[in-house]
Nanobody
Framework: QVQLVESGGGLVQAGGSLRLSCALS????????MAWFRQAPGKEREFVVA????????YYGDSVKGRFTISRDNTKTAVYLQMNSLKPEDTGVYYC????????????????WGQGTQVTVSS
């Protein structure tokens, strides 16, 4: 059974940084494309970034381009999201998703999802 566990969320002031981690267990990590989504209170889930199983050029949502960076370590079966220059509008629950195809995670239809980690950016 595949399990995704996110960590690294917290409270940070605007302009600060956080690094989220997502660890996958139960299957071969390198088989999966990975993505991060977020959901703010009262809003729909929003795509943040996705990366293929091979770690090729990531796809970023427009609102985070230039500030967020995704990376993956297939030896540690984890994907990371470095978030810099955080803004209050980045506040939300951040979810990690895994899919056997990049197209799935890009569409938000990943095969597996984590429980989420809360990120709060104060102004």
């Amino acid at each position: 059974q595949v399990q995704l566990v996110e960590s690294g969320g917290g409270l940070v002031q605007a302009g600060g940084s956080l690094r989220l981690s997502c660890a996958l267990s139960g299957r071969t990590f390198s088989n999966f494309a990975m993505a991060w989504f977020r959901q703010a209170p009262g809003k729909e889930r929003e795509f943040v970034v996705a990366i293929s199983w091979s770690g090729g050029a990531p796809y970023y949502g427009d609102s985070v381009k230039g500030r967020f960076t995704i990376s993956r370590d297939n030896t540690k079966t984890a994907v990371y999201l470095q978030m810099n220059s955080l803004k209050p509008e980045d506040t939300g629950v951040y979810y990690c998703a895994a899919g056997d195809r990049l197209s799935k995670v890009l569409r938000g239809t990943g095969d597996y999802w984590g429980q989420g980690t809360q990120v709060t950016v104060s102004s």
